[in-house]
């Protein structure tokens, strides 16, 4: 087998160490230095430009912002689904739009490619380690090519249903670490109010029925600290929040509370002079209540 790893960027990188290990890699960006660092670092190839693509590549893993950058890729501007063998496998590891990864999946099949959405969980710690959460939208024949080499990059895989639905596990994931952020900053918030310092309030919450990752990973590491910097951009997680939004809106449920934390992180990027770390939605709180939610 013969990877062709496309996206090198805070996850892409680390990933992509991780599957050199394992595999036959071969490793692109749109930043071509980049590209060849890693390349030359791990002694493996690296693509200038896609149109010289190896004859012998059958395995593509996206790791990408979007769903547009996916589609320029397979379909589009680039068009590999065209130029992959046929019985090629394909794995978006990116968090993609879940109507889009449902016809990109139908037209690799009717070309004979397997399809595989797999976004991931965990950050650039658990990408570095190879520990990470890995949500799987796909065929059970096309899952079983793909476990070998999800395994390489992550902990634990869910299978969660066919083509898009792991897209969907991930936005819906996104939307409710989103909701205990916000809901966390409220709360400290509030304790501050009665003399309960940020670090008390946490340690309370870390040892109750409150806690969660945000609790007792972002906010002791990136928010009580000041330094704001996850490694997971703001702007990312707005455009999962909006996918997550499309799937609630359009099967009409009724979801005030999530909608709620959805606007309170548009609100947070709207007031940031510079591309943010999610965690500052923390930030956010603390200019709007002036109470300071770190040690």
Not at 170 to 189: G, H, Q, R
Not at 256 to 278: C, I, K, L
């Amino acid at each position: 087998m013969t990877v062709l790893f496309i996206g090198l960027g805070a996850m892409g990188e680390p990933m992509a160490r991780n599957l050199a290990a394992d595999v036959d890699l071969v490793v692109y960006d749109v930043n071509a230095q980049t590209a060849a660092r890693v390349a030359d670092d791990l002694g493996i190839r690296a693509l200038s430009d896609l149109d010289d693509l190896p004859a012998d590549i059958d395995t593509v893993i996206l790791m990408v912002p979007n769903s547009r950058i996916v589609e320029a890729l397979l379909r589009d501007d680039t068009a590999l689904l065209e130029r992959l063998p046929e019985g090629a496998l394909i794995i978006d590891m990116s968090s993609s739009e879940p109507g889009s990864t449902s016809e990109l999946a139908a037209l690799a099949r009717s070309r004979g490619i397997s399809y595989v959405d797999a976004p991931v969980s965990g950050g650039v710690a658990k990408a570095t380690t190879g520990e990470l959460a890995i949500m799987v939208g796909a065929e059970p024949d096309d899952l079983v090519r793909a476990e070998t080499l999800l395994a390489s990059v992550g902990a634990s895989v869910h299978h969660v249903g066919g083509p898009g639905s792991g897209d969907a596990a991930k936005a819906l994931n996104n939307l409710l670490s989103a909701t205990n952020i916000a809901a966390i900053a409220e709360v400290i918030s509030a304790a501050a109010r009665f003399g309960i310092a940020p670090q008390k309030m946490l340690d309370v919450i870390n040892a109750s029925t409150g806690r969660s990752q945000a609790s007792e990973v972002k906010y002791p590491k990136f928010v009580l600290t000041g330094t704001f910097d996850s490694g997971f951009g703001m702007d990312l997680m707005l455009k999962d929040l909006a996918i997550a939004h499309t799937l609630t809106s359009g099967a009409g449920l009724d979801t005030p509370v999530t909608d709620s934390a959805g606007e309170v992180a548009r609100q947070a990027r709207e007031v940031a002079n510079t591309p943010p770390d999610h965690t500052e939605i923390a930030r956010y709180y603390e200019s709007a209540n002036g109470v300071l939610l770190r040690r």
